[in-house]
């Protein structure tokens, strides 16, 4: 009995190396349960760790942007003013140098007109002159007895805005003939008449507006100076209201521009004798406004002033003043208001509230029978008496 028992015990000696051997695959066990725990843990601090620098990131992307804007929008408005500023100073600096050069030539050469310093001239926004001849005296009382003021309105309309409206023309070949004793009768009535240094005649229109814009430049200081046909209805209010939204553009050229084609043949009206110098027979002019109306600023008109003696004259008015500009630094600006039709036309846009500048017939380079029809004109498309005297300057 004593042998078998002890065959069934564990030697002693055996205990410590089942223990040590127990223990260790314990800890196998423990690491391997442990290790994936502990990893997960590790990836997710290192997650939202990038999360937190991501949102970060992101936040300081946005920011930056914001600033980024801000900086575009100083840096936008600092150079609008910027540009601003050198509009205004070059449109100065132009002043000063046409002013300087007329003094200049009127001293030098011993010819043209001379221009006066600013000081001494009469101060005026608009100098409009209304080409006319000595047989046009029903047409320049249709203008007076319609949207040209008379009297006392005339002056008043110079002293409060600045807007000076004259018949403009010349003298006869004869000197003291009977056309200008009438017409020296009719100034007296109604003193609305711009004399010029001019013999009238048909084929002389780009020398008279030459003549007419520096004679007006050496009387009148003006922002700006037009031109137009006695044959021609205008809202002056509605023409002060157009022009005073261009005047810190400097030279510019307004009225409604055309390309019209160069006539060689003879015999035809609107013939041009130097039709060669445009090229081929069939070319057409270069874009120039309507001869009926049209408006330039004051450096334009010195400039004429200036330099009348050797700009040259075209057979057509209106593309002698054109080609005065070319290759200037000129604006031109193609306003068709300037060039409506008679009603219905002028009278459907005054019905809804775009007034017209002017208004005449192509089909007559002016109003059909103008003497009879323009007091109609006047009725149906004109800007009323308020008008002018309400218009903004």
Request: charged content about 25%; overall charge positive.
């Amino acid at each position: 009995m004593k042998g078998k028992s002890s065959s069934g015990r564990v030697p002693a000696k055996w205990i410590p190396i089942f223990s040590i051997s127990f223990f260790t695959i314990g800890m196998i066990f423990t690491a391997k349960i442990w290790s994936p725990l502990d990893s997960n843990k590790m990836l997710i601090a290192q997650k939202r760790h990038e999360q937190e620098l991501q949102i970060v990131s992101e936040d300081c992307t946005a920011k930056k942007k914001k600033d980024e804007e801000k900086k575009k929008d100083v840096t936008r408005s600092e150079v609008h003013r910027t540009h601003e500023a050198i509009r205004s100073l070059d449109k100065s600096i132009s002043m000063l140098q046409m002013e300087l050069s007329a003094s200049r030539s009127a001293v030098e050469k011993g010819r043209g007109v001379n221009v006066s310093s600013p000081s001494e001239r009469k101060k005026a926004f608009m100098v409009i002159g209304i080409n006319t001849a000595f047989s046009g005296r029903r047409r320049r009382d249709s203008l007076r007895g319609t949207w040209m003021p008379q009297g006392e309105q005339l002056l008043r309309l110079e002293r409060e805005k600045g807007i000076i409206v004259r018949f403009m023309i010349g003298h006869s070949a004869t000197s003291n003939s009977i056309l200008d004793r009438a017409l020296d009768s009719e100034d007296s009535q109604h003193k609305d008449f711009l004399r010029l240094e001019h013999v009238e005649g048909y084929h002389e229109l780009s020398a008279k507006t030459k003549t007419f814009f520096a004679t007006a430049v050496a009387k009148w200081d003006a922002d700006f100076y037009v031109k137009v046909d006695d044959d021609v209805h205008v809202n002056l209010g509605t023409l002060a209201a157009t022009l005073a939204r261009r005047r810190a553009t400097p030279r510019v050229y307004i009225g409604c521009m055309k390309s019209g084609p160069v006539l060689s043949q003879k015999n035809v009206k609107y013939h041009e004798p130097e039709y060669w110098k445009f090229g081929e027979e069939g070319n057409k002019y270069f874009r120039h406004a309507t001869g009926q109306i049209y408006a330039i600023s004051k450096d334009l008109a010195t400039y004429i002033s200036i330099n009348q003696h050797i700009l040259h004259k075209y057979a057509n008015e209106d593309v002698s003043l054109g080609s005065w500009f070319i290759g200037l630094e000129v604006e031109h600006i193609d306003d068709r208001d300037m060039c409506c039709g008679t009603p219905p036309d002028c009278e459907w846009k005054a019905q809804a509230g775009n007034l017209c500048v002017a208004s005449f017939d192509w089909s007559c380079s002016g109003i059909c029978k103008s003497v009879d029809k323009i007091q109609f004109v006047h009725q149906q498309c004109g800007e009323g008496e308020d008008a002018l005297w309400n218009a903004l300057i």
